[in-house]
Each structure stands twice: as structure tokens, then as C-alpha cells.
């Protein structure tokens, strides 16, 4: 993850922000398969970033403890936007702020190259596992910032 901030509304469920992702950054452990999928798959020097921008949280968010709530909004990638509902488990500690997010991303349906050829045949999708750690910080009023 490159940079990111959520900022959502607990009693009307709104959400807004922007969580940045660098593109180029992916690493499957294969350098030959990295530069492949780099090149010609995500095209990661046209489209450098991959972006999710929160709309809507749905879910009881706690002040502190584990919990999993579902972020609706829009994943941007490879040039086009994609409704998009997460399901993140949270935990909360202090204000320290830690989610595990596992998604699958279906890249041949939305325009990207699909990679397989007479050797090799590969799924028409792939799963996406995110790890992140922020802070909490309350803003004023009735709202708060994730």
C-alpha cells in the first residue's frame, strides 16, 4: 500500500477517502512471471496505481476489540472503475488500527490480457490478500476518522 485514509460517518454509514496501492509493486516470486504480468497483464507503467475509494461501511464498528464490517465503493484498475464490496476483519487496539483483507479479483472480466498461452493456463482470476496497520484519529463532531 502506498498511502491511504478512511474517513466514515458511524451513524449514517458514509465513507470517504482514498487507499492508494503502487501498481508496480506486485511480486509473485517469479521475476520472469513478475515482468510479465507487469508488461503486458497490469500494464503497471500506464497504470501506475491501483486505487479503492470507500463509500459506504456497513457493520458495527467497535471502539476497541475484533470485528468485521463491509466497505462499499469504487476499486479503480488498469483505467476503469469497478463497484466493489470488502469484507475487512478489524482489530483495534489504542488507536492502533490493524485489517486483514482477502479479495479476488476476476482481471480478465474487467479488460485485462489474459496470460495463458500453449504451455501455460492460468486461472481467469486472482485472489489479492492485504495486510494493513493505521492509527485512529477521532475528528470533531459525530463522525470519525478510520
Known sequence: ??????SFDLKSGTASGLIIVDATSGDTGNHARDK???KEILESQRYPEIT???ERVIGNVLEKGNFTIQVQGS???????????LSIP???????VKASISFVVPYQDWGMKDPSN???HVENKVAVNVSAIGHL???N????TH
Open 1 to 6: 500500500m502506498k498511502s491511504g485514509t478512511v
Open 36 to 38: 510479465k504480468m507487469h
Open 52 to 54: 479503492f475509494t470507500p
Open 75 to 85: 476499486f479503480h484498475i488498469h483505467g476503469s472503475d469497478h463497484l466493489f464490496t
Open 90 to 96: 478489524v482489530q483495534i487496539n489504542g488507536n492502533e
Open 118 to 120: 500453449f504451455l501455460l
Open 137 to 139: 484519529t477521532p475528528s
Open 141 to 144: 463532531g459525530a463522525s470519525a
